[in-house]
């Protein structure tokens, strides 16, 4: 992470595309990766984000009708082997297991 990091004074770096929230400090910074609205990958299959409030910042999950998402996925011009990874992650929360 330093070698991501390095070249950049910010003292809060947010960054994403990993779909897994976390948040954490090294070497005086604040590094938040807010998660992910959808296609989680941590094992909880609600949406997360991250919310800062007076210098605070809180990684928060928010649920929604998952099956809604998926009937209209299915429905969707892709390929069955795509739908069924995309339904995979968005009922499990994650890619393996």
Do not use: E, F
């Not at 390095?6 to 590094?31: E, F, M, N």
């Not at 941590?42 to 929604?64: E, K, N, Q, T």
């Amino acid at each position: 992470m330093r070698k991501l990091i390095k070249g950049t004074s910010a003292q809060v770096i947010i960054w994403g595309h990993t779909h897994k929230p976390w948040i954490r400090r090294l070497d005086g910074r604040l590094i938040i990766n807010p998660g992910s609205l959808g296609q989680p990958r941590d094992g909880d299959r609600r949406a997360s984000y991250a919310l800062w409030r007076d210098g605070r910042v809180d990684i928060m999950r928010y649920s929604y009708d998952i099956n809604t998402t998926v009937s209209k996925l299915k429905q969707m011009d892709l390929s069955d082997k795509h739908k069924q990874k995309l339904i995979k992650v968005l009922t499990t929360g994650k890619t393996t297991g």
